[in-house]
């Protein structure tokens, strides 16, 4: 069955970094668009970014672009988001999820403090 497991989340000041890991298994990864969204804590699940399935066009919303970075290794079923110039408002559990489906993993939380 089709499995996503994110990890890497934690505890980071602001100005931080931090590269989540989701390692996906159960379905044939690199025909797959990836994608990441979070969610605050009251608020609805937002849209991350996204990476086609082979890794060449990554695509970021307004409020991350230019800090995070989505990447793939199709040899590992991996994807990545790196998290860079963190900000307390980055603070939400972390989701990926297979493009236009209804997979998403368990998530990973992500906390942007001092």
């Keep these: 069955q089709v499995q996503l497991v994110e990890s890497g989340g934690g505890l980071v000041q602001p100005g931080g970094s931090l590269t989540l890991s989701c390692e996906a298994s159960g379905f044939t990864f690199n025909i797959y668009p990836m ?8 608020m609805q699940r937002e849209w ?3 990476i086609s399935s082979d890794g060449s066009m990554p ?3 307004d409020s991350v ?3 995070f970075t989505i990447s793939r290794d199709n040899s ?5 988001l790196q998290m860079n110039s963190l900000k307390p408002e ?3 559990m972390y989701y990926c999820r297979r493009s236009n489906s209804n997979y998403w993993g368990q998530g990973t939380q992500v906390t942007v403090a001092s």
């Design 65 to 67: 672009k230019g800090r």
């Design 76 to 80: 590992k079923n991996m994807v990545y």
């Design 59 to 61: 695509d970021y919303s």
């Design 48 to 50: 991350v970014g996204d």
């Design 35 to 42: 994608t990441w969204w979070r969610q605050a804590p009251g």
């Design 90 to 92: 980055d603070t939400a």
